[in-house]
């Protein structure tokens, strides 16, 4: 028997998988913040990961764009930024996992883009405040199609690059990750019921700057994926 709604149900949001008919459900999105270097120092907060850990947000799964959707500039900023990041798929369900295990619970990657209300996410972190009004909005969580792993090694290099209207603003490799995927798993796994589902996005590297209604994004992960990007009108 199907239940009985006030009202239609949102649809699940999803993700198409390259070599699939089949669709991927996005249960839960979690981000990492400063994972690389170069980025954590130009945001004015170094790592030192001998004496710090890794540390979390979360984007609501309808805020999922797919690659190549136009959207609006925000509303509520005056600078919205750009973060291209490198995408975990999980297909198998994980707690306490242990780094050597981790591999067993990916699905497979794509190419992200963290889309950032910057100016409000600083006055959160200024405040001491969460950071949802800067990183959990409309339309903020951009992915390609999923990859499937198909029990390849995990992804611990390979260029990471975004574009803007064809120039490079950002120019890494996955193998400068602070915390690489099986710590990343091994560590969210202590706080979390990993399932199938869930995303994660692995942190951006330095580059970090606003866009503005017309740019277009071209971020690519080498051996994962590309994801594309326009930014629309202001709504
Ligand atoms: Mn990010």
Same mark, same amino acid.
């Given at each position: 028997?199907?239940?009985?709604?006030?009202?239609?149900?949102?649809?699940?949001?999803?993700?198409?998988?390259? =070599?699939?008919? +089949?669709?991927?459900?996005?249960?839960?999105? *979690?981000?990492?913040?400063?994972?690389?270097?170069?980025?954590?120092?130009?945001? #004015?907060?170094?790592?030192?990961?001998?004496?710090?850990?890794?540390?979390? *947000?979360?984007?609501?799964?309808?805020?999922?764009?797919?690659? =190549?959707?136009?959207?609006?500039?925000?509303?509520?900023?005056?600078?919205?930024?750009?973060?291209?990041?490198?995408?975990?798929?999980?297909?198998?369900?994980?707690?306490?996992?242990?780094? +050597?295990? #981790?591999?067993?619970?990916?699905? =497979?990657?794509?190419?992200?883009?963290?889309?950032?209300?910057?100016?409000? /996410?600083?006055?959160?972190?200024? /405040?001491?405040?969460?950071?949802?009004?800067?990183?959990?909005?409309?339309?903020?969580?951009?992915?390609?199609?999923?990859?499937? +792993?198909? =029990?390849?090694?995990?992804?611990?290099?390979?260029?990471?690059?975004?574009?803007?209207?064809?120039?490079?603003?950002?120019?890494?490799?996955?193998?400068?990750?602070?915390?690489?995927?099986?710590?990343?798993? #091994?560590?969210?796994? /202590? *706080?979390?019921?990993? /399932?199938?589902?869930?995303?994660?996005?692995?942190?951006?590297?330095?580059?970090?700057?606003?866009?503005?209604?017309?740019?277009?994004?071209?971020?690519?992960?080498?051996?994962?994926?590309?994801?594309?990007?326009?930014?629309?009108?202001?709504?």
């Amino acid at each position: 028997m199907t239940e009985k709604y006030l009202f239609q149900p949102a649809a699940v949001p999803s993700l198409a998988v390259v =070599g699939s008919d +089949a669709r991927y459900p996005v249960g839960r999105i *979690f981000c990492v913040g400063r994972n690389y270097h170069a980025h954590a120092i130009e945001m #004015a907060r170094p790592v030192d990961k001998a004496t710090m850990r890794p540390f979390y *947000f979360t984007k609501t799964p309808s805020t999922l764009v797919a690659s =190549g959707e136009t959207v609006p500039y925000p509303t509520g900023t005056e600078n919205y930024h750009y973060e291209m990041e490198l995408v975990v798929a999980i297909g198998k369900a994980g707690f306490r996992v242990a780094e +050597a295990d #981790a591999a067993d619970l990916i699905y =497979g990657y794509a190419a992200g883009l963290d889309m950032t209300r910057r100016d409000l /996410q600083l006055v959160a972190r200024e /405040q001491g405040r969460p950071w949802d009004l800067g990183k959990d909005f409309e339309r903020s969580a951009v992915c390609s199609a999923i990859v499937p +792993a198909n =029990g390849r090694a995990v992804v611990d290099r390979g260029e990471i690059v975004l574009e803007v209207n064809g120039e490079t603003r950002q120019s890494s490799d996955v193998s400068k990750l602070i915390w690489d995927i099986p710590e990343l798993l #091994a560590d969210l796994s /202590q *706080f979390y019921h990993l /399932q199938p589902g869930d995303l994660i996005y692995t942190g951006t590297p330095e580059g970090v700057g606003p866009v503005v209604s017309g740019d277009r994004l071209v971020g690519r992960v080498a051996g994962v994926a590309e994801v594309h990007l326009t930014i629309g009108e202001r709504e």
